[in-house]
């Protein structure tokens, strides 16, 4: 079986925390979780399945361990690769930049020749604008999480995300191999 790579960035913990949940979600087993701060380019280029999570800050920032890597990032061939994405966010106090790392993310990987999976529906969130989501189709590029705001949420979109991307990513065992918890 072939393992996923997961990589995110995080400084106060909560992508750090929702990446820990999605590696229990789809089994240990199958998921080798790095922090982003730590890792090359090599290390990515060993998988064919990737996630990545990353927050957006402020007014549309990128996550200062991912910006320290961002040159690293657009320099990698992801061709013949599977990405799922999944961002945090503050949808009201910076709606005007929700989840904006996660849509510039997505255009690095896509440029870089990777297939994105896991598309995420825009409803059920109020902001402003967002780079990440999908004009047209009512759909972000990833997975939307605003632990600020929607903390209580959280847990059931992982549930159904990680369903969704197990299916996508084509794991044996499907959407059947994937524990539903309530953490």
Not at 33 to 39: E, G, K, P, R, W
Not at 101 to 129: N, Q, R
Not at 146 to 170: K, S, V, Y
């Amino acid at each position: 079986m072939s393992r996923i790579g997961l990589f995110y960035g995080s400084d106060e913990g909560n992508t750090e925390a929702v990446a820990f949940r999605i590696r229990a979600r789809l089994g240990e087993e199958r998921v080798d979780i790095h922090d982003i701060a730590d890792v090359t380019q090599m290390e990515i280029a060993d998988y064919d399945q990737l996630i990545f999570g990353i927050p957006t800050w402020d007014f549309g920032q990128i996550q200062s361990d991912w910006e320290d890597f961002w040159e690293d990032v657009e320099q990698i061939d992801f061709t013949g690769k599977t990405v799922a994405l999944f961002g945090l966010g503050d949808q009201f106090g910076y709606g005007d930049y929700f989840l904006d790392a996660m849509g510039m993310l997505h255009d690095v990987i896509v440029a870089g020749g990777g297939s994105i999976v896991g598309h995420w529906p825009t409803e059920g969130y109020e902001f402003e604008a967002s780079k990440a989501e999908i004009e047209g189709e009512d759909c972000f590029v990833g997975l939307a999480i605003d632990e600020d705001q929607q903390e209580e949420l959280t847990a059931e979109r992982l549930n159904r995300w990680c369903r969704q991307i197990a299916e996508e990513f084509g794991l044996e065992g499907g959407a059947d191999g994937v524990s539903q918890l309530d953490d």
